[in-house]
């Protein structure tokens, strides 16, 4: 679905729209994974992560139309609201007004509820956007490779030499180089594909 995409800003254009229900389904498909990572890597508790991606995915929709780019980032702009959703969130859960549960790292929580330490927050999202494209660019590309391509890049990624992963796999060295090189190139180009389309 990622190669159906319009630019993301002319995505977010057609979503704005409320009757626009395929530019929402578009959006959300984008964006619905990556919140609900970038939340558990913000070590909220994984019970809450999944509530918490909907209703920042609701404040999305209800503020879409007013949002203005030349105001702010797209990526400012959704992190204030995960973080006010999140923090919204967690608060009422530490007042008791939901059911009590652990409320994860408090000093990364910190980092949600502290209005100075916004960029902290922008950097471990800027991080974890580029490991979701990553991830969404292999998902892409593995439909163009048979036999164990994708696996030898993904080793090799993982830190294992050529000759262990020659080793592991039953292949020669430089069938091992090839391969990994084939699916770096076609991995280089999609991660720009994917992001010429999220990132304006």
């Known amino acids: 679905m990622a190669s159906e995409f319009d630019t993301r ?3 977010l254009q057609r979503a ?3 009757a626009d229900e395929e530019a929402w389904s578009e959006l959300v498909a984008v964006y619905e994974r990556f919140i609900l990572r970038f939340l558990r890597h913000l070590t909220i508790p994984v019970e809450e992560c999944a ?3 909907q209703e920042v995915l609701v404040r999305l929709w209800r503020n879409l139309p007013a949002y203005e780019r030349d105001r702010a980032k797209f ?5 204030t609201i995960i ?3 999140a923090s919204s969130y967690m ?6 007004r939901d059911r009590v549960v652990p409320v994860g790292d408090s000093r990364l929580l910190d980092v949600i509820t502290d209005e100075t330490r916004h960029a902290e927050l922008a950097a471990r999202y800027q991080r974890e956007w580029e490991d979701y494209i990553a991830s969404m660019a292999l998902d892409n590309i593995r439909k163009h490779f048979s036999g164990k391509a994708v696996e030898v890049f993904v080793r090799a990624l993982n830190g294992a030499s050529t000759g262990d ?9 430089q069938s091992v180089r090839n391969l990994k090189n084939r699916v770096k190139v076609m991995m280089i ?3 720009q594909r994917l992001r010429a389309e999220l990132e304006p």
Do not use: F, P
């Not at 608060?91 to 008791?96: E, F, Q, W």
């Open 9 to 11: 800003h002319t995505l």
């Open 16 to 18: 704005s729209n409320v």
């Open 51 to 53: 509530d918490i991606t």
């Open 75 to 79: 990526r400012t702009w959704l992190i």
């Open 83 to 85: 973080r006010n959703t």
């Open 91 to 96: 608060g009422r859960l530490r007042r008791g």
């Open 165 to 173: 992963i020659a080793a592991a796999l039953g292949l020669q060295e």
């Open 189 to 191: 180009r999609e991660i």
